[in-house]
């Protein structure tokens, strides 16, 4: 009983359309009018400025035919979130820098999204509870109780999504998107295993050919979450695959595809996972003229983490040699390249030189290169230290110290550091060196 009589309170606030929904604002010390922002899958850009109205008062009067999720802020670290038009107006009350603690009033969906998001939290704790009374509790009867209630909270899920896709259309995909029911409640016969039901079922309640997705930032959390959940679980070479096919029932070209995938790729990102690079080269050949800003936003941020994956393309680059000629490190495969990132001013580097001298010596006529990347500023100082230590190699800097924009490119934040790459110009190993370094050169080159 109690489970419908939320259900009832819940519900129970109706949205009035309304052809012009405003948005008021009262908030201290903005030395900026707020502004509403989008999230875009890499970040969040500004989509409307609110007007001022009188002091710490500001007003937005927008045309939307539903309701939209958007970010109220004067700076993009510092957002509430919330959900506007197709309601009465909403207010928000705060100060500014400290937007995302904002209280919002007078919004019955606003209202209704934050208690959604405490049920979120509800489930997640009682599901917790209940698998350790089915996983690890040896008591039968314990056991069979923690069945039937993990049933019984099913049973509310669902009946939660349903009755909200019909009342709250907004709510209905963020809790589609949020919905899993247990492993427990189903049948065995068709998923024997947890991780197949949870690979089959995970989004079963979503509707892949609803275009209110595509602008929901939930789509991209969702995908993140599943990602994080699963790319410890299944095997480095099949999670690519199994991403950009589930990522793959939204239709082409949608948002809701763009989002999904940004999603699973923000998961494997801070892990420097190998499914990182096909993931981020389907958003680019996809997205790239639909969302350009976005696709140069990701591109940032997967380029220097891509140089950590082992297997993945190294980045390529050009640039001068002492003898002011252009080379570009494409130019090199065919060869197993070292990228040696050091400076004349470095004292471990030049400790570590006389090292990969003989280990030059020794590979070189095995198919072996190695392109010196200075983090110098200083031309005559570079050019006195290659001859000084006898460095024979191929040289480039951009004389730009820290600032090197090929370091930047490798995420280079101390030297010496190294980079081996295949002759195909993939990343075979990062900083090796010495007898490491030895190695495995003569491994990849056949060398005894």
Not at 273 to 284: E, G, W, Y
Request: proline letters at 6%.
């Amino acid at each position: 009983m109690k489970r419908f009589l939320f259900l009832l309170t819940f519900l129970s606030f109706g949205l009035t359309a309304q052809q012009s929904p405003t948005l008021t604002a009262e908030v201290s010390g903005c030395a900026t009018p707020p502004q509403l922002y989008a999230f875009t899958g890499f970040g969040f850009v500004p989509v409307h400025q609110l007007d001022r109205a009188a002091d710490g008062v500001y007003t937005a009067s927008l045309e939307l035919k539903e309701p939209v999720f958007r970010y109220l802020g004067t700076e993009p670290k510092d957002l509430r979130p919330l959900i506007i038009g197709g309601e009465q107006p909403a207010r928000i009350t705060g100060n500014c820098g400290d937007f995302r603690n904002a209280s919002v009033s007078d919004s019955p969906v606003n209202e209704a999204y934050d208690r959604l998001k405490k049920r979120f939290e509800e489930f997640d704790e009682r599901y917790q509870t209940l698998q350790q009374d089915i996983e690890v509790i040896q008591d039968e009867r314990v056991r069979e109780e923690g069945r039937i209630a993990m049933a019984e909270m099913d049973r509310e899920k669902e009946l939660l999504v349903n009755e909200l896709k019909n009342q709250f259309p907004i709510l209905g995909r963020i809790a589609s998107l949020n919905t899993y029911l247990s492993h427990y409640s189903a049948d065995l016969d068709q998923f024997p295993t947890q991780l197949e039901h949870y690979l089959e079922t995970y989004f079963q309640f979503v509707d892949y050919s609803d275009p209110g997705f595509n602008d929901l930032a939930w789509t991209y959390e969702a995908y993140r979450t599943f990602g994080n959940q699963i790319l410890r679980v299944i095997p480095t070479d099949q999670l690519a695959p199994l991403l950009l096919e589930k990522t793959g029932k939204w239709p082409v070209g949608s948002r809701a595809r763009f989002l999904a995938r940004s999603g699973a790729l923000a998961a494997m990102l801070p892990e420097r996972h190998p499914a990182t690079q096909p993931l981020a080269d389907s958003i680019a050949a996809e997205f790239a003229d639909l969302y350009p800003a976005a696709v140069a936003s990701m591109k940032q941020q997967t380029d220097v983490l891509r140089t950590y994956i082992i297997g993945a393309e190294a980045p390529d680059f050009t640039a001068l040699t002492p003898s002011g000629d252009s080379l570009s490190l494409e130019s090199l495969r065919g060869q197993v390249v070292l990228l040696d990132f050091w400076a004349s001013w470095c004292g471990p580097c030049r400790r570590e030189n006389p090292n990969v001298v003989r280990m030059y010596n020794k590979f070189k006529g095995a198919g072996f290169e190695i392109l010196g990347v200075s983090l110098d500023d200083n031309r005559a100082r570079w050019e006195q230290a290659i001859a000084d230590d006898e460095l024979e190699w191929l040289h480039v800097s951009d004389l730009m110290g820290w600032r090197s924009a090929y370091g930047q490119l490798y995420g280079v934040t101390s030297i010496p550091q190294t980079v081996l790459l295949d002759r195909k110009g993939n990343i075979l190993a990062r900083n090796l060196r010495g007898p490491e370094l030895e190695r495995k050169l003569a491994e990849v080159l056949g060398v005894k």
